[in-house]
């Protein structure tokens, strides 16, 4: 029976991130972690590539994690944690351990995309029993906003600066909710902090199948965006109903889109908000925000032939 | 008492020493010479001979990462790989090092690319020295059995609580028949015991967080201290190998000491080519020539000071390495040359590098090499200290 | 903050103590601190769900202020409070630091 997901119940629940980590004020990837941990009921392990969340939550003799967690190196935050589930199998297996648990690695976009995409791929392949969560801020945060391939078309990052010859990344980013659901896992999904009932929904839905299960989540970083301190769940929210982050899930194969915008949104405020794109609105660059918006509308379009879209909620 | 010998390739002894001491979790990745070990011992998974679960990860690094995560997890670990496959391990061989695992590890020497080669050699080994790995090194199927046993021990003893690698000689070792002794399934069983996990990280009701941030305030005094755990090892590899002895009758010691105590000269060798050496040096020695041979099994820590014991009173030391460090004296003949330094009498010292690749190493080779060091005039180090032998076409 | 002396039976990296992370008071960080008006307060408990610090109080059920020891001021709080009668419970204010 699953915990109620009203506030006024979920408020009794142990937090079981505590405070003084040293994640930036206002950061997206907290409350990400936040509302993970509190639509789980059961005990959690759980591990983090390096990355913005790890080095902020567990720094020299200091750790902000309630629960056993784990950071081994970067790209492998998946198959380390698959190990630590392994372990459990054969403890249980032989009788040496019988609590019910739950496995979930909070990994950022760098260690899911990119470095770490080798390790996750194999984990969702050999059927482990996991939770994978990309709290998906766009880039390497920690390291000084390196691009990443989860970095949107047209941002500005340290290593895709907006420069006079290129104007920042030129790639699309990778579609990794469709990537890992070509695995053939149980369920993939998008989720968004602006749409907590919609987020925990999912963590709940994955955590009770057995097997690997991906969600990703917006994370916005107001420092790599170059937005404002206060923004995290605006501008996410926009997001979402500029469709630029769809909310939908795909769950043995079959796609089902679980929040519509009642009105869908221009992509332009969205960009406008970040300082990330402030390049695209001048001189020769406009190209890209119809670029950027083709790219939104064709997604969206896709996702909405693919399969019975749910009601709209909210 | 009566010994069953029996006749095995390495790879199966090893594959029954890890069916007898059934680990709770292996992450392995198949790689020519270790693949036929790890294929045997998926047979005894799926025959349900053993309760491991293993792990068939997509390749090395995420086999190491997978057992860091199984043994902190809290319980018994093993894998085993060769060459680029180590190579592949590096970054992750000093996180389980770093994070205390006791994660036993065989590896079948292969050497590294490029070129390709999947043959004999150290490289990759001695690649992995600095890592804070325990390292015991294997002239043949009986003794890596042996080893791989005894490492668990090692590794897990409370004070110590390191990985530990058990290096053989891939295919020559790994793929040849030779005859050795398998103890039974309870007496190892017996020997190794039962898995004691320090802070496990399933055990939810005492969370633990595992791999902070250090910064320099921490750091250097985080591997001041593994360096000390280090050198707790002789102890402990001395006491672990006399209660082996007490169930199999074998001694074993930091380095095997052949003919030494009389001899003039020395060889030194690690693995398989320790065996051709002993019968070439008991061949110079009916012609009246004194050569023992010092073949280190304890690498990583190594001994120093017992061997500058066993060394220092001869005229000339061959170190034959199978391993080039480019640029540098190679691995074995560095660490020879640390422990004779102190000393004020030591003998001359050669560097040989042998059978890179596989290149076979042959009895005209070890006696080429003892012809050497008899010949050397007033016994003076010669102009080529580092030379290649072993070597067919090359202008 | 004092980091522990290293010795070998402690050099495992690895913390025995869950959430003490809370020793740490990222409050100094604030520049601008909440100011909190409990009659606009609808108590949506949003503030509290998307407070990154776990700064928001919530006792017997009623958000009642903030935690200004880990409060680091990123006005989250305030942006997104439903707010009643048409005004909003939570305000930034430039702090004054003494």
């Not at chain 1, 050999?126 to 994978?132: N, V």
């Not at chain 1, 107001?222 to 109903?241: F, Q």
């Not at chain 2, 590794?155 to 110590?160: F, K, L, V």
């Amino acid at each position: 029976m699953n915990t109620s997901l009203k506030l006024k119940d979920l408020i009794h629940k142990e937090m079981r991130l505590a405070p003084g980590h040293r994640m930036c004020q206002g950061c997206g990837a907290a409350i990400v972690v936040k509302m993970v941990l509190l639509a789980i009921d059961k005990p959690v392990v759980a591990c983090s590539p390096t990355g913005c969340l790890e080095v902020t939550t567990c720094i020299s003799d200091y750790t902000s994690w309630k629960i056993p967690w784990i950071h081994s190196a970067f790209e492998n935050a998946a198959v380390t944690l698959a190990g630590v589930e392994t372990m459990y199998k054969a403890l249980k297996k032989r009788g040496k351990i019988s609590q019910d648990m739950v496995f979930v690695v909070f990994a950022g976009d760098g260690g899911t995309h990119d470095i770490g995409f080798q390790s996750l791929s194999g984990v969702m392949e050999r059927g482990h029993d996991l939770l994978y969560i990309c709290y998906d801020n766009g880039a390497y945060m920690n390291t000084g906003t390196q691009r990443s391939g989860a970095t949107p078309f047209g941002a500005s990052t340290t290593t895709s600066p907006a420069g006079s010859v290129i104007p920042g990344k030129l790639q699309l980013r990778k579609d990794i909710v469709k990537i890992m659901a070509a695995h053939n896992i149980p369920y993939a999904a998008q989720a968004s902090p602006s749409h907590h009932l919609d987020l925990m929904r999912k963590v709940q839905k994955a955590v009770s199948i057995p097997g690997p299960k991906f969600i990703s989540i917006l994370s916005p970083c107001h420092r790599g965006w170059r937005s404002h301190v206060d923004d995290a769940i605006t501008i996410s929210k926009l997001a979402v109903n500029t469709c630029f982050w769809p909310l939908y899930e795909i769950e043995n194969g079959k796609t089902r889109l679980t929040y519509i915008p009642k009105e869908k949104l221009p992509l332009e405020p969205f960009l406008k908000m970040q300082g990330r794109f402030a390049h695209i609105f001048q001189g020769e660059n406009t190209w890209m925000i119809e670029q950027s918006q083709r790219h939104v509308d064709d997604e969206w379009n896709a996702l909405l032939s693919l399969g019975a879209p749910t009601d709209p909620e909210k | 008492m009566k010994k069953k010998m029996t006749a095995v390739t390495g790879n199966e002894a090893l594959a029954e020493a890890l069916r007898q001491i059934n680990p709770d979790v292996c992450a392995a990745y198949p790689i020519t010479p270790q693949t036929d070990m790890m294929q045997r011992f998926s047979d005894f998974v799926a025959d349900g001979l053993v309760e491991t679960e293993l792990m068939l990860v997509e390749s090395e690094h995420s086999a190491m990462s997978g057992c860091i995560g199984a043994s902190v997890g809290g319980g018994r670990v093993a894998t085993a790989t060769s060459g680029p496959g180590l190579a592949l391990m590096w970054e992750m061989l000093y996180v389980a090092s770093g994070m205390r695992c006791p994660i036993v590890m065989a590896v079948m020497n292969r050497a590294l690319s490029a070129p390709l080669n999947i043959h004999c050699d150290h490289s990759d080994a001695m690649g992995a020295r600095d890592s804070g790995w325990i390292q015991l090194w294997s002239e043949n199927a009986q003794e890596a059995y042996d080893n791989l046993i005894m490492a668990f021990r090692i590794a897990e003893h409370p004070d110590i609580r390191l990985p530990v690698m058990v290096c053989m000689d891939g295919f020559i070792i790994s793929h040849s028949v030779g005859v050795m002794e398998f103890l039974s399934d309870d007496v190892v069983q017996r020997f190794v015991g039962e898995f004691i996990p320090h802070e496990p990280l399933l055990d939810v009701g005492h969370p633990v967080s595992y791999g902070p941030l250090v910064v320099i305030d921490q750091y250097h005094e985080y591997k001041k201290a593994q360096s000390d755990i280090m050198d707790s090892v002789f102890d402990v590899a001395a006491a672990v190998a006399q209660e082996f002895e007490s169930i199999s009758g074998r001694r074993y010691g930091l380095f095997e000491s052949y003919r030494l105590e009389d001899a003039e000269f020395g060889i030194v060798v690690l693995n398989s080519a320790a065996g051709t050496c002993k019968d070439m040096i008991d061949e110079a020695r009916e012609n009246g020539v004194k050569v023992g041979l010092l073949k280190p099994r304890l690498f990583r820590p190594f001994p120093y000071a017992a061997v500058a014991d066993a060394l220092s009173h001869l005229k000339a030391v061959c170190v034959l390495d199978r391993s080039d460090s480019f640029g540098a004296f190679a691995p074995l003949y560095v660490e020879i040359a640390a422990s004779l330094y102190p000393r004020a009498t030591r003998p001359v010292l050669l560097n040989r590098i042998y059978g890179l690749g596989g290149r076979d190493f042959m009895p005209e080779h070890v006696e080429a090499v003892i012809n050497e060091m008899k010949d050397m005039a007033g016994l003076k180090a010669p102009a080529l200290q580092k030379k290649y032998i072993s070597l067919r076409q090359y202008l | 903050m004092k980091t522990k002396i290293i010795n070998v039976s402690n050099c495992r990296p690895v913390i025995k103590e869950p959430g003490n992370s809370a020793a740490f008071k990222t409050g100094a960080w604030r520049s601008l601190e909440p100011i909190f008006e409990k009659e606009f307060c609808s108590n949506c408990l949003l503030c509290w769900l998307y407070c990154p610090d776990m700064s928001i109080v919530v006792r017997d059920g009623q958000m009642t202020g903030f935690d200004l020891d880990y409060c680091k001021g990123c006005g989250i709080c305030a942006l997104e409070c439903t707010g009643k009668k048409g005004r909003k419970a939570i305000r930034m204010k430039k702090e004054e630091k003494a």
